[in-house]
């Protein structure tokens, strides 16, 4: 999970929603508050004058999103409803007919279910193990630092390297895992052959992977709990456990929704290095293989089997998936917001 | 008083018991890989956990042999390229975004905005096709660092730093008759740096890290990043040598270390605390 994006990287921490209101801050603590005052700023912050030099500062972003951005995803839409070859260079129109074909397929079909599972899969255990470590980390414990930035380094590690760790470290002659389990049980497990084992690999690996990147931001959440909550609650004799869950964890609920937002995303998009190396999409279960995800399906058909309008139109229907992403978050993510102070 | 000493007493010794384990867990695949990229051949494919003497004579194979110091210097090539050049874009953009008022303005930064949905893996096949056809950019270092120039991620993050800035800083520079720019470089980056050392983390490490966009765009080898020389690595190298895998793996890791490490502070203070400036 890169913080994300950065193409327009998915995985950003800032707010996906397009729109000439401020936009809502990252972590939503005093989201509105802030956002009042960011308007009251934006004008007194009007300062210099001049009718092109603001277009000129805008000219270098504007540009290359409008080539690299804009017009790459027009190109999308129209290659979406042609059937076509990049490499050969023919297309044929053919209307809606590469989406019925998408939905009609049954390969499809299981690719968007498996997706489904390992996002939810990796978004609820990556949540959970970051916010419980998190919170542990926080405590003034001694080393408490140390802890946190060896919790927080697998952020710097890319996902085609957690692929290669990972790849050797379940490799079963010699990995490691391997050799403790037949020193300890006699058992050699073949990780990549078995498709409940293969899958179980690849969301492990993309909690792990992703474990630093929300670390970082429920640490940051939780050092901005003031300290009269969590000691009232202690004063009124609250266990650490009920502290926890009915104090602490409401107040993280704004991080906790954008970090599900942002995990979504990273998983749908970020998994294809990790996939590419540890399992290619296989092993084949059922339709097709079965870290198959969506992603990993759009490169192979464009980039394979050279179905340039397959392709596309699985982008479309991806982009779809966003959209729905970026809305939820915007309709609902300052909802239910608990301000600290 | 000794009950509440005692309940804290045994709670720190399960957080540390917990955290420990946590960061054993957590470390081990880097830990695996250091230990094995020290080993000899022999040594690899067995059992032994034992650290060896083998690092440089791995590192030798995978840097030379195998190519990796040329995928290496590539990918430096284009992660600095693209950190800077994001960070100049996305500050002389949010430099217009505050500090003056223009018609059209809500519109561009919507579209500035809207771009964040629209990640490379989506338009990967139109881009492959307007890159290679269209620019005729295949296998150049244009094709991995142009499109990654603009950065709606810090755009946005500059807007709202800049805006807690206060307004009296810009109108005394103005009444100094300092331009926009001569502000920029002499008042805001000056009181930016938290958030520019941010900034530059997250857009190396993602710099660093591309991998299916080169993978579908580089054909030839000498222009390559690390990440898929990485995965070519493995295709040829790991029947026979594991050791040099993961020498090759454990030197790809050094430079976005390095750079997180380095700028470890600025990171948690500048982005993830970003609200409390």
Same mark, same amino acid.
């Given at each position: ?341 | ?109 919507? /579209? ?6 629209? @990640?490379?893996? $989506?338009?990967?096949? *139109? !881009?492959?096709?307007?890159? =290679?056809? &269209? ?111 993961? /020498? ?6 050094? @430079?976005?270390? $390095?750079?997180?490490? *380095? !700028?470890?502070?600025?990171? =948690?203070? &500048? ?7």
């Amino acid at each position: 999970m890169s913080l994300v994006q950065q193409s327009p990287n998915p995985q950003t921490p800032g707010p996906q929603t397009p729109g000439t209101q401020p936009p809502a801050p990252p972590q939503a603590t005093a989201a509105r508050v802030q956002d009042a005052r960011a308007d009251v700023a934006a004008l007194e912050h009007a300062t210099f004058r001049g009718r092109w030099l603001p277009w000129l500062f805008l000219a270098p972003t504007l540009i290359v999103l409008a080539v690299f951005s804009y017009y790459p995803a027009a190109r999308t839409l129209r290659l979406s409803v042609f059937r076509s070859n990049i490499i050969v260079g023919n297309e044929q129109f053919v209307g809606l007919a590469n989406f019925a074909d998408l939905l009609g397929s049954p390969v499809y079909h299981q690719v968007m279910l498996q997706t489904a599972v390992f996002v939810v899969l990796v978004v609820l255990l990556g949540l959970l193990c970051a916010l419980g470590l998190a919170w542990l980390a926080s405590r003034p414990v001694a080393g408490a630092k140390f802890y946190r930035l060896m919790l927080i380094y697998p952020y710097a590690l890319s996902p085609a390297i957690a692929g290669t760790l990972w790849l050797f470290l379940f490799n079963p002659e010699i990995g490691a895992v391997n050799t403790l389990l037949d020193a300890v049980f006699g058992i050699k497990p073949r990780w990549l052959d078995s498709p409940f084992l293969a899958f179980l690999l690849v969301v492990a690996a993309s909690v792990w992977k992703g474990l630093g990147y929300n670390v970082v931001f429920y640490l940051a959440a939780i050092q901005n709990i003031p300290a009269e909550v969590t000691e009232a609650a202690e004063i009124d004799g609250a266990t650490a456990w009920q502290g926890f869950w009915r104090v602490v964890f409401p107040l993280l609920s704004p991080m906790t929704f954008f970090l599900i937002f942002t995990n979504v995303v990273a998983s749908l998009f970020d998994s294809f290095g990790l996939v590419n190396i540890l399992t290619r999409g296989g092993p084949v279960y059922g339709q097709t293989g079965i870290t198959t995800f969506l992603v990993y399906q759009l490169y192979e058909d464009g980039f394979r089997n050279f179905r340039t309008g397959a392709a596309a139109a699985q982008a479309v229907l991806l982009l779809l998936v966003v959209v729905c992403i970026v809305v939820l978050q915007f309709r609902y993510g300052n909802r239910r917001v608990h301000y600290g102070a | 008083m000794p009950r509440t000493f005692r309940r804290v007493r045994w709670g720190h010794v399960w957080t540390h018991a917990v955290l420990t384990l946590a960061v054993l867990v957590v470390a081990s695949p880097l830990l695996f890989a250091l230990v094995k990229s020290t080993q000899t051949g022999a040594q690899v494919q067995g059992p032994s956990l034992v650290p060896g003497l083998h690092f440089l004579q791995n590192a030798r194979a995978a840097w030379v042999g195998a190519g990796l110091g040329h995928y290496m210097l590539n990918s430096a090539v284009v992660a600095v390229s693209v950190t800077t050049g994001k960070t100049l874009l996305s500050l002389l953009a949010a430099l217009a975004f505050v500090y003056f008022r223009f018609p059209l303005k809500g519109l561009a930064f919507a /579209a500035v905005l809207f771009t964040l949905m629209l @990640p490379t893996e $989506l338009l990967i096949v *139109a !881009l492959f096709d307007e890159v =290679s056809g &269209g620019l005729k950019w295949a296998d150049s270092y244009a094709a991995i660092i142009v499109p990654f120039l603009a950065s709606a991620t810090g755009v946005l993050l500059f807007r709202q730093h800049f805006m807690n800035i206060p307004a009296s800083l810009s109108d005394a520079a103005r009444i100094d008759g300092a331009g926009p720019l001569t502000f920029l470089g002499r008042v805001l980056i000056p009181m930016s740096w938290n958030t520019i050392g941010a900034l530059a983390v997250i857009q190396f490490v993602s710099a660093w890290d591309q991998y299916l966009w080169p993978l579908v765009i580089m054909q030839s080898d000498d222009k390559q990043v690390i990440q898929v020389g990485l995965s070519k690595l493995i295709d040829v190298e790991a029947q026979s040598s594991w050791g040099g895998v993961m /020498a090759g793996a454990v030197l790809a890791i050094i @430079p976005p270390v $390095l750079v997180f490490t *380095a !700028l470890q502070e600025q990171f =948690s203070k &500048g982005f993830a605390l970003g609200q409390d400036k």
